[in-house]
């Protein structure tokens, strides 16, 4: 069961990947953030990065149905300014559809923007945008640290269903074959 919120502040934030925000330039930056309870964190990063289009993506788990709605009432303050066609609901359990549902959204906005991308959200999540970025390193995952102590409420145990990604690396084909 996921436990209460926490209100953090944001100690420092930067790319997980080292150097990878040299592949940022002068375009806009759009930020997808996978939303979790701890309450302002995703807000100074907002405020501190300005970004031109915001993507909020909230996990919704079929053997916790209330943990979607508590997400959504402990971010009122950051959804507020978000337009509801840009607050996403995925299944938690289905890495399958979270990557095809991030990936969409990437490649759209990275023509026009350089995109960030926040897994604050559950596991599969995160596994999802880092196979990601690795994919296109144009991508450009955050990584939020929170100043001071966390008290871990919610241990991370596991609930529900086992969840299994299957992901195959392999080198780009040619087409000169």
């Known amino acids: 069961m996921n436990i209460l919120p ?3 502040k944001l100690k420092s934030y930067g790319p997980l990947i080292f150097d990878s925000e040299k592949s940022l330039n002068k375009k806009p930056i759009a930020l997808i953030a996978g939303l979790n309870n701890d309450l302002e964190i995703i807000q ?5 990065l300005k970004p031109s289009t915001t993507f909020a993506l909230i996990p919704y788990f079929m053997h916790d149905i209330e943990y ?4 959504i009432d402990n971010n009122q303050s950051v959804l507020k300014h978000i337009p509801s066609e840009k ?8 890495p399958d559809q979270i990557s095809s549902m991030i990936t969409s959204l990437c490649l759209d906005l990275r023509l026009e923007s350089n995109v960030i991308l926040v897994p604050l959200g559950p596991k599969p ?12 390193p144009d991508v450009i995952i955050y990584d ?3 100043a001071g102590d ?3 409420e919610d241990p991370g145990l596991p609930a529900g269903e086992p969840v299994i990604l299957k992901s195959v690396f392999c080198p780009e084909e040619d087409d000169e074959y």
């Not at 100074?44 to 501190?48: C, G, M, S, T, W």
């Not at 979607?68 to 997400?71: F, G």
Request: aromatic share 10%.
């Open 150 to 152: 966390r008290i871990k």
């Open 125 to 136: 999540f995160s596994l999802a945008s880092i196979l990601l970025s690795v994919r296109y």
């Open 6 to 8: 926490q209100k953090l």
């Open 68 to 71: 979607y709605q508590k997400i």
């Open 44 to 48: 100074e990063l907002i405020d501190k």
């Open 144 to 146: 939020l640290k929170p």
């Open 87 to 94: 607050v996403l609901k995925y299944p938690a359990e289905r």
